[in-house]
């Protein structure tokens, strides 16, 4: 299961190797594993045909991150840059591969690996049913810690009172968050 948030606000999540892998075992790719905003309201059509004997939302999911990590390796292969030594296997093997690519690279590849890393760990802990990975992020707009996840919306939205009398938009998705957060970070330039 998820490891149990000692994290304070803003406090890194989980890594998104370690969520994935957790999302890959059969407990979570079974059929109804997981529960949508539609399957929580109680009431729905009839249906004509049985569900899919897997969790569909799960496999697309680590799909997607899978495909999107190898996308960025095959990228940054393609960039001038040295050829990184075998690593651990799996998925933490591919990520780390991904950050050493990413060091000789320089910091717009930084920036666009730690936004992803974050939006993967963030979508796995949200498919898994952890709500609090967003409360640990400010909110863009007013800067306090008021965003709770609209699992409605697929987004974040700000609860603060103060921040509902600016102009600004109150919801954001996790890809908006992500390059929040990675603008916030401090980048380190390789010498």
Not at 24 to 41: F, I
Not at 57 to 62: K, M, R, S
Request: hydrophobic content about 40%; aromatic content about 6%; overall charge negative.
């Amino acid at each position: 299961m998820i490891r149990p948030s000692t994290a304070q606000p803003g406090g890194d999540a989980q890594e998104p190797a370690e969520l994935l892998d957790e999302l890959d075992s059969p407990d979570w790719k079974q059929a109804g594993s997981t529960a949508g905003p539609g399957e929580r309201l109680g009431r729905s059509a009839t249906r004509v045909h049985s569900s899919a004997p897997a969790n569909m939302t799960v496999l697309d999911h680590i799909a997607t991150c899978d495909n999107e990590i190898a996308r960025f390796i095959a990228d940054a292969r393609s960039a001038p840059a040295p050829e990184p030594e075998p690593g651990q296997p799996g998925r933490a093997g591919v990520y780390e591969r991904a950050r050493v690519q990413a060091d000789h690279l320089g910091v717009d590849w930084k920036a666009y690996l730690v936004a992803m890393e974050w939006r993967h760990a963030v979508s796995s802990a949200l498919l898994m049913g952890d709500t609090d990975v967003i409360c640990r992020e400010p909110c863009p707009a007013c800067g306090t810690w008021g965003l709770v996840w609209a699992e409605t919306h697929k987004a974040a939205m700000c609860v603060n009172r103060y921040c509902a009398d600016q102009d600004g938009p109150r919801m954001w998705t996790l890809a908006q968050l992500a390059v929040e957060r990675a603008s916030r970070r401090p980048h380190q330039i390789a010498v």
